[in-house]
């Protein structure tokens, strides 16, 4: 069983910055990608940034430039470095892998930006 548990979302000031982190164990097989995904009230769920196989890295338009996404390498560890953070980029934030057909989601963890 694959467990995914993020942590290091908070309250911060437009123009401020956070570091999201997550960790995955157990076995995944056929590892496709791992990545960040955020969701508020009323819509859904998007995508933040990702890494899948082979390094390959995909953005979600509005946080392309401010936001970085990054892995430990062999450790399924995987960051995010938010920069200049926006009140528009205020949500949950999940953790998301997929391996082979599955997909295993963290809890997620909460990110606030006040104007």
């Known amino acids: 069983q694959v467990q995914v548990e993020e942590s290091g979302g908070g309250l911060v000031q437009a123009g401020g910055s956070l570091k999201l982190s997550c960790a995955a164990s157990?076995?995944?097989?056929?590892?496709?990608?791992m990545g960040w995904y955020r969701q508020v009230p009323g819509k859904q769920r998007e995508l933040v940034a990702r890494i899948i196989s082979g390094g390959f890295t995909n953005y979600g338009y509005s946080v392309k430039g401010r936001f970085t996404v990054s892995t430990d390498n062999g450790k399924n560890r995987i960051y995010l470095q938010m920069n200049n953070l926006k009140p528009e980029d205020t949500g949950v934030y999940y953790c998301n892998v997929q391996g082979g057909p599955y997909d295993y989601w963290g809890q997620g963890t909460q990110v606030t930006v006040s104007s």
């Open positions: 157990g076995t995944i097989f056929s590892f496709n990608a």
